[in-house]
């Protein structure tokens, strides 16, 4: 079992930026692709990034390209989330999760984190 707890959530202005953290407990996720998805109010869970276990690979949804930059530190089981030049349309909770590798942590993770609010005002 995976246990993953988020932070670094929090209200930015627009333009602003903020770092997410996911914290794995349980087991090492050191051979784990890691990802990142989001649930805006009234919508549904989207896939926002991903990276393989040896940081080799990422993925990331269109609109975050060029903004925000998914990396990992396998030695302290953390994984992150950089943020930049948000804007109000990033408002969500975002959520860290898990699977074997990267491709699948991006249509069907096995492990979930509870999340962390994000909002970003105008």
Known sequence: QVQLIESGGGLVQAGGSLRLSCAASGRTIRT????WFR???????EFVAA??????IT???DSVKGRFTISRDNAK?????QMNSL????TAVYYCAAA???????TTP?????????????
């Open 32 to 35: 784990y692709g890691m990802g």
């Open 39 to 45: 649930q805006a109010p009234g919508k549904e869970r």
């Open 51 to 56: 990276i393989s276990w040896d940081s080799g």
């Open 59 to 61: 993925y990331y949804e």
């Open 77 to 81: 089981n953390l994984v992150y989330l």
């Open 87 to 90: 804007k109000p349309d990033d």
């Open 100 to 106: 074997p590798s990267e491709l699948q942590v991006r």
């Open 110 to 122: 096995r492990y979930w984190g509870q999340g962390t609010q994000v909002i970003v005002s105008s």
